[in-house]
Nanobody, 120 residues
Framework: QVQLVASGGGLVQAGGSLRLSCVAS????????MGWHRQAPGKQRELVAT???????NIVDSVKGRFTISRDNAKNTVYLQMNSLKPEDTAVYYC??????????????WGQGTQVTVSS
């Protein structure tokens, strides 16, 4: 079993910054793509950013230029640096990892979510 624990959320004023972290632990052969999704009240969960094991990133247009995703493979950790935050960034942010958890098996795992609230 693999666990993902996210942290770093909170309340911030518009224009401020937050850094989210997500640590993976457990039966991990290797970590493949990791990333972040978010879900605002009354909306569907949406992709924010992903990063492959080799560092290739994909960031959605709505946060491009403001958010940066990175990872530390030695620490099994993925980060989301969020700058110039806007009220519309308010959401629960979920980290995600595709994990090789067996010799011939990979699975998707999700963290518990961390609340980000941006006040105007």
């Amino acid at each position: 079993q693999v666990q993902l624990v996210a942290s770093g959320g909170g309340l911030v004023q518009a224009g401020g910054s937050l850094r989210l972290s997500c640590v993976a632990s457990g039966r991990i052969f290797s970590l493949n793509t990791m990333g972040w999704h978010r879900q605002a009240p009354g909306k569907q969960r949406e992709l924010v950013a992903t990063i492959t094991s080799t560092g290739s990133t994909n960031i959605v247009d709505s946060v491009k230029g403001r958010f940066t995703i990175s990872r530390d493979n030695a620490k099994n950790t993925v980060y989301l640096q969020m700058n110039s935050l806007k009220p519309e960034d308010t959401a629960v942010y979920y980290c995600y990892a595709n994990v090789r958890d067996g010799y011939f098996h990979s699975s998707d795992y999700w963290g518990q979510g961390t609340q980000v609230t941006v006040s105007s």
